[in-house]
């Protein structure tokens, strides 16, 4: 998006809403969870109550970012009421009615007016109002952008949450997606009392004997193809139990074997509980592989997608895999 949004368009949304439904896409990251708090804030200082629902339990390394402990795990059960009586839904860091699965759902049969926020390249259109700024660092930085726009004094709950999108989604300020605008709103938010140090530890020195443990196994059992520039693993059912590790525990894995000389592409399978493979795929940067993800069903970005299939987990593999060769040798 080249042209300035029209931010008075999500500025109105809210002002008109009593209660808005903020939710993400499954599995959420520091980007989803930390742009979902920014905006439950956001929504309370415009007199609005919001109301966090996600598809997962949020990550334990990033729930001490959830201070007012809002979040809660959608059951249909128990929160179908809640967004009937909603008359908004913001969702951020997606653009996919298909990840909201049974959410989703419920959002179109009510005709819950639906305003989107995000910086993937969009695969469906999700929402009348959509905030879709592909050059933006994350979702957080969508957001940022809004409110400095705006002029909204951003509580230091607003502002933390903030910093730990752009410090996640950027894998501190080491992937492509740092651009110069995403390092000054960085230096913004610490100059604005960002605990950048806290957030650091929260999520990155905060891990468990388990994950370690499942982290070492996954690394012993990669596995290499197209000259070693593709590397790949499977984080199964089976190993999550003999390691005692969560299926959240796994988030970042994907980045690993980008660190291996040589290797130009990563891929994550993960049995998922829910009778799903998520697939997880990463690039250096010299393939775009959001294209591979897309022909299943996926998106992403260019160089950091994914995709989730509703098969067993070595038919995905040979799927994915197949296409991932061809793409080698396609490029040379």
């Keep these: ?158 502002i933390n949450a903030l910093y730990m999108c752009v410090l996640t989604d950027t894998g501190s300020f080491r992937y492509s997606n740092t651009t110069p605008y995403a390092l000054r709103m960085a230096a913004d938010l610490v100059h604005r009392g960002a605990e950048f140090q806290q957030i650091y530890e929260m999520v990155y020195e905060n891990e468990s004997r388990a994950r370690t443990e499942l982290k070492g196994r996954l690394l012993a059992e990669l596995q290499f193809e197209c000259g070693n520039q593709l590397a790949y693993f499977s984080v199964t059912k089976s190993l999550l139990q003999e390691t005692g590790a969560q299926l959240w525990e796994t988030e970042g894995f994907s980045e690993l074997p980008r660190q291996i000389k040589g290797v130009e592409v990563s891929i994550m399978f993960t049995e998922a509980d829910d009778h799903h493979v998520k697939v997880s795929i990463r690039s250096k940067g010299r393939l775009p592989i959001n294209g591979l993800a897309i022909k299943f069903g996926g998106g992403g970005h260019l160089y950091a997608a994914g995709a989730t299939l509703s098969l067993p987990l070595e038919q995905v593999k040979e799927q994915i895999l197949s296409e991932a060769r061809l793409l080698f040798e396609q490029n040379g």
Excluded at 16 to 29: A, Q, S
Excluded at 33 to 61: H, K, W
Excluded at 138 to 146: D, H, I, M, Q
Aim: glycine letters at 4%; aromatic letters at 8%; one cysteine or more.
């Design 1 to 158: 998006m080249n042209k300035r949004p029209d931010w008075q368009a999500l500025e109105r949304f809210i002002a008109t809403k009593k209660r808005v439904i903020i939710t993400t896409h499954v599995h959420p990251d520091g980007d989803a969870i930390g742009s979902e708090i920014a905006m439950a804030e956001y929504c309370r200082l415009c007199g609005c109550e919001p109301v966090i629902l996600n598809q997962d339990p949020t990550p334990e390394f990033f729930r001490s970012a959830d201070v007012n402990r809002e979040i809660r795990c959608f059951e249909v059960e128990k929160h179908a009421a809640w967004i009937r009586s909603a008359d908004g839904c913001v969702v951020v860091d997606m653009s996919d009615w298909a990840r909201l699965r049974e959410m989703g759902r419920l959002l179109r049969q009510h005709r819950i007016p639906v305003a989107c926020v995000d910086h993937h390249i969009p695969t469906d259109v999700l929402g009348a109002v959509q905030f879709n700024l592909q050059e933006a660092s994350s979702a957080g930085e969508v957001l940022y952008r809004f409110f400095k726009d705006r002029k909204i004094k951003m509580t230091l709950t607003m």
